[in-house]
């Protein structure tokens, strides 16, 4: 329940929950026909397991609505990932993709984890939006996922550090 505006950034939900990992959001399929997606999450205080803020499985939009993922990590534990990039988040218009995420606290909380298999943006010729990335914490770690556009347009500039293997980008 409640009430009020989210916009990108702003009104997160927080993880709570006692199973090994606290996400604040978890999509397993989000679809929206050409409209703005945004995802806002704050990982739990789970202190024996992983508190992502968000965790992506299928994001999807088309024409120009535009896709914003927020994700801040949780404060205890380990691997408390602001956004783990685990599916597909894309568009197949023209519609600008965000993630912004910041590390938790304690030992390898990455502020964006793109995950082996996981696409940002779009495989084919259909994507020509912009792709912007930005991760605090312990930075950026791309691990054989891909991030894609046709107009070349990916901006990695709000990254402090970068991790990677097998990328394509």
Known sequence: GGSGTIS?????????????T?????????TA?????????????????TNYGVQTGSVSTTGT??????????????????IYASGVTNSSGSGAITLAGTGGTGASNYGVYVYSGSTIGYTNTNYTGAITISADGA??????????TTNNSIDLSGINTFYGSGDTI
């Open 139 to 148: 930075g950026f770690y791309e691990s054989g996922g891909i991030i894609q």
């Open 8 to 20: 990108a950034g702003s009104g997160y939900a927080v993880g709570n929950n006692s199973n090994n």
């Open 65 to 82: 609505g535009t896709i914003n993922i927020h994700g801040t990590g949780g404060t205890v534990g380990t691997n408390n990932w602001g």
């Open 33 to 49: 026909a050409g409209g703005n997606i945004i995802v806002n999450g704050t990982g739990g205080t789970y202190a024996s397991g």
């Open 22 to 30: 606290q996400y604040g959001v978890y999509t397993s399929n989000i």
